[in-house]
């Protein structure tokens, strides 16, 4: 199964700045994706991040607040931009790969960064 | 609109006993079912899946029943350990968009 790796794990930031989160997998892979876990919810789609191609964003969510980079197979970044306390959250990427319980394929998670906007 | 959700927002088991936690879901339209457990300041990681064409699916320890009629998923779990102490989702997945659609979740806290 993916490895995953999230940089930072952890942050804290002033309201009306931005964070780059950055995603790392130990395997190529084709399709990467950012989830949203506001505290004490469940995990909400922000957007699909393929290689080679724009990311395309799950209703509420807007390239100009999360812009995505998807630069190889293995690596990808969300910016959270112009933060407010509304945007703490979790933010976790995921990975699809290969043959999971041979049904489909299946999805792997990273650690997520915990996000403090104060 | 899509939503896959959990009746019970908590679940306190003794060890060893059966644990059952339950989901409905809206949407008829998700290809697979899936329980998920997420443990503190960790990503969920995969249990089971289970087909939507199909009604039941075993794995270790851990069992996913299917209600098609009345839209009901469930995850047993038996001889329930402290190790599985997490919250739980169920997800529904829509594969050819490989799109999850996740629900609520469930915490399950085991009695020693």
């Known amino acids: 199964s993916a490895v995953i790796s999230q940089k930072p794990s952890r942050d804290i930031c002033q309201r009306g700045t931005s964070l780059t989160i950055q995603c790392q997998v130990d395997?190529?892979?084709?399709?990467m994706f950012w989830y949203r876990q506001q505290p004490g919810q469940s995990l909400t789609l922000i957007a699909t991040?393929?290689?080679?191609?724009?990311?395309?964003?799950e209703s509420g969510f807007v390239i100009d607040k999360f812009p995505i980079s998807r630069p190889n197979l293995t690596f990808s970044t969300l910016t959270v931009s112009n933060m407010s306390p509304e945007d703490s959250s979790i933010y976790l990427c995921?990975?699809?790969?290969?043959?999971?319980?041979?049904?489909?394929?299946?999805?792997?998670f990273g650690p997520g960064t915990r996000l403090t906007v104060l | 609109g899509e939503s896959v959700g959990l009746h019970l927002p908590t679940l306190s088991v003794q060890e060893g006993d059966n644990s059952i936690i339950n989901c409905a879901y809206s949407n008829s339209a998700s290809d697979y079912f899936i329980w998920y457990k997420q443990e503190s300041g960790k990503g969920p990681q995969f249990i089971i899946d289970i087909r939507s064409n199909m009604d039941k699916r075993q794995g270790q320890r851990v069992t996913v029943l299917l209600n098609k009629t009345v839209k009901h998923l469930s995850l047993q779990i038996a001889a329930t350990q402290p190790g599985d102490s997490a919250v739980y989702f169920c997800a529904g997945l829509y594969s050819s968009a490989s799109k999850i659609i996740f629900g609520s979740g469930t915490r399950l806290s085991i009695r020693p």
């Open positions: 991040a393929n290689q080679g191609s724009e990311a395309t964003y």
């Open positions: 395997s190529q892979v084709t399709m």
């Open positions: 995921s990975v699809e790969e290969g043959e999971g319980s041979g049904t489909h394929n299946e999805q792997f």
